[in-house]
T-cell receptor, first 108, second 121 residues
Framework: DIQMTQSPSSLSASVGDRVTITCRAS??????LNWYQQKPGKAPKLLIY???SLRGGVPSRFSGSGSGTDFTLTISSLQPEDLATYYC??????????FGPGTKVDIK | QVQLVQSGAEVKKPGASVKVSCKAS????????INWVRQAPGQGLEWMGW????????GYAQKFQGRVTITRNSSITTVYMELSSLRSDDTAVYYC??????????????WGQGTIITVSS
């Protein structure tokens, strides 16, 4: 089974800061990597698919990069509404999927 | 609009079973797989299994093999997830999610609102 890890597990940043979250797969998954945002008490929402493709309607301050085993999600200028937990997900082994443990983003 | 609407919260006793429904609307039901994901209190997302509504084929995470069954009723565009032999650590929010292929990869583009299942004696 493919295992996913994320770092950091949580972070606190100020409005306007650049934030980077890292996701690592236990084996190469090419670019089969998605990112989700989950706000408190809500269902997750798809942000980025195929490592770097921004879903329609998602603000352009969100971006994704990487391939193989190492991936990053970047928020170029953190906004108050970005308070959430962010999860990566591998879809290399579809129809079986694995999520990362999540990164909680707080606003200072 | 495209949406998945899940059944309401339930409280179950240990050892019982629960069946959660996920009704799809706004798109052709048989075109997209439906997956189930759960989230224990304060924890992360845990993938449970998938269903192809066209073929009726389903698959499950190894952790849940033998305890979970995913079925569908195409006439009412609804997918079901049944979990048996419930334990206290099955207390969680259960989500259904639609899988869409984009840029050659599968992603969960539409999610249900979640169903809270509480297991308590």
């Amino acid at each position: 089974d493919i295992q996913m890890t994320q770092s950091p597990s949580s972070l606190s940043a100020s409005v306007g800061d650049r934030v980077t979250i890292t996701c690592r797969a236990s084996q190469s998954i090419s670019r089969y990597l998605n990112w989700y945002q989950q706000k408190p008490g809500k269902a997750p929402k798809l942000l980025i698919y195929a490592a770097s493709s921004l879903r329609g309607g998602v603000p352009s301050r969100f971006s994704g990069s990487g391939s193989g085993t190492d991936f990053t999600l970047t928020i170029s200028s953190l906004q108050p509404e970005d308070l959430a937990t962010y999860y990566c997900q591998q879809s290399y082994s579809t129809p079986q999927f694995t999520f990362g443990p999540g990164t909680k983003v707080d606003i200072k | 609009q495209v949406q998945l609407v899940q059944s309401g919260a339930e409280v179950k006793k240990p050892g019982a079973s629960v069946k959660v429904s996920c009704k799809a609307s706004g798109y052709t039901f048989t075109t997209f797989d439906i997956n189930w994901v759960r989230q224990a209190p304060g924890q992360g997302l845990e993938w449970m299994g998938w269903m192809n509504p066209n073929s009726g084929n389903a698959g499950y995470a190894q952790k849940f093999q033998g305890r979970v069954t995913i079925t569908r009723n195409s006439s009412i565009t609804t997918v079901y997830m049944e979990l048996s032999s419930l334990r206290s650590d099955d207390t969680a929010v259960y989500y259904c999610a639609r899988v869409k292929v984009a840029a050659g990869t599968d992603a969960f583009d539409i999610w249900g609102q979640g169903t809270i299942i509480t297991v308590s004696s």
